[in-house]
């Protein structure tokens, strides 16, 4: 629908494996982005690629290993999390051209670590 | 980080009410006000944005106004229908020191419509 598509949906995980979420935009957009929705917290900018490179790493932890091969797919990979990182975890693209541009959001992989 | 105030956080109308979500900021360098619909099961979706350029913007029964002396703008939907009910969160961003796709949420306001 968003032309942004995250899988899986949903993932459960302990805190010892190792497992990675994928993102796919088909808008043709130069920019991804992954973000961490907590509840009642906002939303929290994780990372940022511009043309596949990583150009912002928002402080956050080393269990989280993003990787974009091209500008069309964005995965995070997650290990030795922890249960406080359970969260929707969410993709984004935009254009990639300004600071302020519209952001398209995929449906999010909802992540419980057990 | 910038610091967006967000209210209320829940919302109950009657079907064919307004609602009515403000949202309060610090930094008067923000010029990008986008507002996002998040349903059950769905990443945020935009519904409206504002620059800071324009003081108001309309799209059908969805409006959103902005205050930049007093710092701050609102969503407005008229005629409102169950199919409104959702989070609507609002957002801001600038380009002073700016990062590419780095918005400022708010905390989320929880429209409920009753048929």
């Known amino acids: 629908e968003t032309g942004v598509t995250q899988t899986p949906r949903h993932l459960v995980m302990g805190m010892t494996n190792k497992k990675s979420l994928k993102c796919e935009q088909h808008?043709?957009?130069?920019?991804m982005y992954w973000y961490k929705q907590s509840a009642k917290k906002p939303l929290e900018l994780m990372f940022v690629?511009?043309?596949?490179?990583?150009?912002e790493n928002n402080s956050v932890p080393s269990r989280f290993s993003p990787e974009c091969p091209n500008s069309s797919h964005l995965f995070l990979h997650l290990h030795t999390l922890q249960p406080e990182d359970s969260a929707l975890y969410l993709c984004a693209s935009s254009q990639g051209q300004t600071t302020n541009e519209k952001l398209f959001f995929g449906s999010g992989t909802q992540l419980s670590v057990l | 980080g910038e610091n967006v105030e967000q209210h209320p956080s829940t919302l109950s109308v009657q079907e064919g009410d307004s609602a009515v979500i403000k949202c309060t900021y610090s930094d008067s360098a923000s010029n990008y006000f986008p507002w996002y619909k998040q349903e059950l099961g769905k990443g945020p979706q935009l519904i409206i944005d504002i620059r800071s350029n324009v003081g108001e913007k309309k799209d059908q029964r969805i409006a959103v106004t902005l205050n930049k002396t007093a710092k701050h703008f609102s969503l407005h939907i008229t005629e409102t229908q169950p199919e409104d009910s959702a989070v609507y969160f609002c957002a801001l961003s600038s380009d002073r020191g700016s990062t590419l796709g780095r918005l400022y949420f708010g905390r989320g306001t929880q429209l409920t419509v009753w048929p």
């Open positions: 808008l043709g957009h130069n920019a």
């Open positions: 690629y511009s043309l596949e490179e990583r150009v």
